[in-house]
């Protein structure tokens, strides 16, 4: 009961919310092209060539497209990110996807904790997971 008591006054009147995810690029254009033509998102701030911010197509959630500084590294393997998209029609999503030429590393498939899946990378390879959860997605993973 303390702990939840100290917790409401850490929080209280500063609500912290997920606003976005920055994704980082190599190439605006093409990584632009993808989330906007491929997955829907609409644009709803860019500086051309450089910076895009995109809202969701079903929800309130934003990413941030940034184009890499001259001279910085990325290596989308190691570098220990996975986006997650939920939709509710994904085998169909998906199979919209792959007639536009999208590949996946893995077709929809119901996972052992009770989510199907679907993973691909976007262009620059990062690793996506689109998937449904419906309800399950507040609940705990049953073993």
């Known amino acids: 009961m ?29 990584a632009l092209a993808f989330y906007r033509d491929r997955l829907g998102f609409t644009v709803l701030d860019q500086y051309p060539g450089a910076y895009a911010r995109l809202r969701s197509p079903g929800g309130s959630t934003t990413i941030a497209l940034h184009c890499l500084e001259r001279g910085q590294r990325m290596d989308p393997a190691r570098e220990g990110i996975r986006l997650y998209f939920e939709i509710r029609r994904l085998d169909s999503f998906c199979a919209r996807l792959a007639a ?44």
């Open 2 to 30: 303390a702990q939840k008591r100290a917790r409401r006054r850490a929080t209280a009147g500063a609500r912290l919310e997920f606003n976005h995810a920055m994704i980082y690029t190599r190439n605006h254009a093409r």
């Open 100 to 143: 536009a030429g999208v590949a996946f590393l893995q077709k929809p498939k119901d996972m052992p904790w009770g989510w199907r899946h679907a993973y691909l990378r976007d262009p620059d390879g990062h690793e996506l997971s689109l998937y449904w959860a419906g309800r399950k997605r507040f609940q705990k993973t049953a073993p």
